[in-house]
């Protein structure tokens, strides 16, 4: 495995850290939204890597190395020696904004032998990121494993971008299939982040809308705990997401708030919040956090035969809102885990997919450090 990493800061050039030249690499852009969004930048990778595949996302800050910036794009081109990828993506918009139906589409456009796993980048602000899980699980063969992350706009929640091959654009989701009998992928996550308050139970929900905590609206019941900050809405609620249990036996999950309507009194979450789950506020420290990455690590290195070359970081904008000065913190915790010599790129989200520990299945997190680790 070949890599090659290099980062662009505002309008200047890119900044290699190891410039080589690479076979057809995949060429991995993480970004700020409004430098993804200029007429230049797809051109100016493509001059870089003409015959690169090129996949785009959109980031609430970006991860190389155990640095994490903000307003740059960074990029992480790979070429494989013993291994194959294959790259497809599809729009939201073509499948009527079905999430499942896409889902289900994008898989299967992977041939079955010898596929081992597939990464998701997708448009994280106008996507219902379990439901496109369900999409995926449902189409996918047992064995597949499935990890990612939803794009994301820093604090905006306005628009988020994804693509490949072409200018970055909302709506698209794109999959890269790995291949390859000597390649060897993990993934998990960890949150870190702990319940506080009254349990309640979503009394009325539609997918990831939240209309109804015990009968009562839930945005007039968030913005009670809020108390001043709900001004900052929906921004200060990655400070407080929802612990959501969908069953007694079931593992919680993390969601958090990507968008809220006065007018209607809901609030639209990153993923599904079904009826009849048991529900609370969570909190976290910046100390619980960077501890939690550090058990993300040691959770994708377990069982692991050989040493990883390559670390995909997807890490969610409400750790880095805790963080704030400290966060690069919680990506030296991960690389004292995984290893100094690993190339290590990635970026904040508004979602994070990935199984839960000792489980294939594949789930949307909120407030998790997700890894993905690479080797041939």
Known sequence: MKIVQAIKRQNNPFEFNNKKYLTRP??????NRFILESGTIYKEIRGLFP???????STSGEIMDDTVMEESVVLTAIEFEKSSFLVKS??????????????????KEFPKEGLKHVFIISDGSSVNGSALITGLENGKEIGVSLSGGLCGDDDRFERTL????????EGEIVGIGFYGETLEVTSANYGGWTPFGPQRIITRSQGNLLFELDGKPALDLYVKYL?????????????????????ENAEPIVRTILNIDEKENTMTLAGDVPQGSKVQLMMSSVDDIANGANE?????MKDRLKSPEL?????????????????????????????????????????ELAPFSQNNSCKLHNQTMTLTLFSE
Do not use: W
Request: net charge neutral.
């Open 26 to 31: 995949l060429v991995l852009v993480f970004g």
């Open 51 to 57: 015959d690169g595949h090129l996949v785009f996302g």
């Open 90 to 107: 599809k729009n939201l918009k073509t499948y009527q904004n079905d999430e499942i139906a896409l889902g289900n589409s994008l898989i």
């Open 162 to 169: 994804a693509s490949y091959n072409e200018p970055p654009k």
């Open 227 to 247: 108390g001043k900050k709900a001004k900052d809405l929906p921004k200060s609620a990655l400070l407080y997401p929802l612990s959501v249990k969908t069953s």
């Open 296 to 300: 993300a690590g040691r959770l994708a």
């Open 311 to 351: 670390a995909l970081l997807v890490s969610c904008i409400g750790r880095k809102l805790v963080m704030d000065q400290r966060t690069e913190e919680e990506i030296e915790e991960v690389k004292s885990v995984i290893g100094g010599d690993v190339y290590i790129g990635g970026f904040y989200s508004y979602g």
